[in-house]
T-cell receptor, first 114, second 113 residues
């Protein structure tokens, strides 16, 4: 049981490049989330999804896009990388969104934009 | 808006010392409250949670009580170990908000032998 798997673990991008952070979960969770973690700032929600084909913006969506074509996968796309997107990105999932459910997090993807 | 505020770190303690990490929240409804822990180089994992007022969450010697009257959820441990060194995040989640977590800024704990 792998849980939530994120790839890549590390990546360096040049300004203006594009890339996709992959996230996959094998727990049949409906709800999935992307957060970014900046030093001293906690985690901020970028996008989330309540099921296949449904996505919605979080607190800091600018510069990112997502898709949810299957229950398992929730990729995060950076179209034109900027230094402000240097961060650690975490994907998470939970079975349903009652508010009391615990989120399972991936190990993170550290992105540097130079 | 809804928010979580934690005491600033880093917090440095000697082994077997008593730990308190303060957490207060602002929420429009009745949130569930959580403490997540992040060990170096890893993702976040749940430490404990409480879903209603006066509930006490506990795990691995850590405790936190949901205090509605003071809108607080302070984390405590009676005797910390070097292995408790990590970053601790307080978070809230509201009913019917898609399970989204709102996090505090995190408190780094360093325990010295």
């Amino acid at each position: 049981n792998a849980g939530v798997t994120q790839t890549p673990k590390f990546r360096i991008l040049k300004i203006g490049q594009s890339m996709t952070l992959q996230c996959a979960q094998d727990m049949n969770h409906n709800y999935m989330y992307w957060y970014r973690q900046d030093p001293g700032m906690g985690l901020k929600l970028i996008y989330y999804s309540v099921g296949a084909g449904i996505t919605d913006k979080g607190e800091v969506p600018n510069g990112y896009n997502v898709s949810r074509s299957t229950t398992e996968d929730f990729p995060l796309r950076l179209e034109l990388a900027a230094p402000s997107q240097t961060s650690v990105y975490f994907c998470a999932s939970t079975p349903e969104g009652s508010g009391a459910n615990v989120l399972t997090f991936g190990a993170g993807s550290r992105l540097t934009v130079l | 808006g809804d928010s979580v505020t934690q005491m600033e770190g880093p917090v440095t303690l000697s082994e077997e010392a008593f730990l308190t990490i303060n957490c207060t929240y602002t929420a429009t409804g009745y949130p569930s409250l959580f403490w997540y822990v992040q060990y170096p180089g890893e993702g976040l994992q749940l430490l404990l949670k409480a879903t209603k007022a006066d509930d006490k969450g506990s795990n691995k010697g850590f405790e936190a009580t949901y205090r509605k009257e003071t809108t607080s959820f302070h984390l405590e441990k009676g005797s910390v170990q070097v292995s408790d060194s990590a970053v601790y995040f307080c978070a809230l989640s509201l009913y019917n908000q898609g399970g989204k977590l709102i996090f505090g800024q995190g408190t780094e704990l360093s325990v010295k032998p």
